[in-house]
């Protein structure tokens, strides 16, 4: 009994032995901190629950103790504790502001953009606008009775072309601020037209529908007065979309670019490889024609064109494969005599607006601060492009003025409204197009 006893008292004191040499480990050092948070976007009035994280060098998570947050702007935005490494955002006023979080002399950023709330996801029938400098934007003025109205370009003599809505149909116009809307009418026939174009001669691009709902392409002017373009073979609608100082017409005709002129008449422009649509939005005064050519799927491929007065076409932006959610689709939309080129491309993501010349330097025009979305739509001599944004704040449409200076200047919208999309520019910087 002893000679067992002895054994267990000596196990047990070397297992004392051993419990009293076993080192705690070590407490791991921080070597950065983050800020973990639901978005960057927020509106006047919002909260928003963010988190710091620290992490070792390993990449092993570091428990943390205390957090200290602070606000660069608590005019915008003000940050409060809410536990050891929790802590409250809570929006006051419009701007940018940067929350920081810091643990034993550790510190991480988080940059926020916070806008005013988003007005209401509604629309009121679409009012077409004048905008300059000066005045800001002004609607048009039309007969009593007339109703939705859209403006869609407008010349160096600030003559503004579009359609409003007359009963049942719609009439093409040209309207200046001294005499207001003068109806051009349409072809015989006509239910409904519609004003595209306008050169500095005050000759018209446009279309007519008929009873039957056949489109035809006009050109029009006071002194001229209404002239189809005819129609090629198999022809069964037709739209003009741009006109030169030459008074040469683009547009298309069943999804095929068409190139027309007083001598010639209407010509195809032809489409890239196995295409079969396409369209000409607008033509420069040497007769260099932009536009688009595609394979006609919803979430295909489509090209932004260049189709050259000598008759050569080029690619300007290439799309290579469609996109299960956005597809792939580029078009120029506008040209100035100088070559640049404005449109839109939309490659595996939402479309952005553009200005490029061939051979030269490609700008993308994001837009207006928050949205992600944008379109091109006007150039003028200067290189100005107007269009419009999507996106926070303005998830229906905002127009926009772009130029390398100044960026993307927000236009506004008219009273009452929200939303606003600028089609066109001239050489004096006037803008139009309609607010809704």
Known sequence: MTKVLTIVLAAGLLAGCTESTTAPPLPRSISTIQILAGTTSLVTGDKLEIRANAVAADGAPVPLTAVAWTSSDIAVATVAATGPFTAEVRTIGEGSVTITATAESHSAQLALAVTAPHPPLQTSPPLAFLWTRETGMIALTFPSGAGE?????????????????????????VWTLERGMVDSGGLPGWVSSYATAINNAGQVAGYST????????????SSEGMIALGVLPGTVNSHAQGINSSGQVVGERDGRPFRWSQDKGMEDLALFDSDFDGGAMAIADNGDVVG????????????????????????LDICTTGNPFYGCYSSANAINSAGQIAGNSQSGGPSVAFRLTVGGDRQDIIGLRGSHISFARGINEAGQVVGFTEGPPFPLGRAFLWSPADGAIDLGALPGRYWSDATGINNRGQVVGNSF
């Open 292 to 315: 688009y050519s595609g394979d006609g799927n919803y979430y295909g491929i489509t090209r932004a064109v260049l189709w050259s007065a000598d008759g050569t076409k080029r690619i």
């Open 210 to 221: 008929d009873a039957s709902g056949h489109d035809r392409a006009f050109r029009w002017s």
């Open 149 to 173: 109205s859209k403006a869609t370009a407008i010349n160096d003599l600030g003559q503004v072309v579009g359609y409003v809505g007359m009963g049942q149909s719609y009439h093409a116009f």
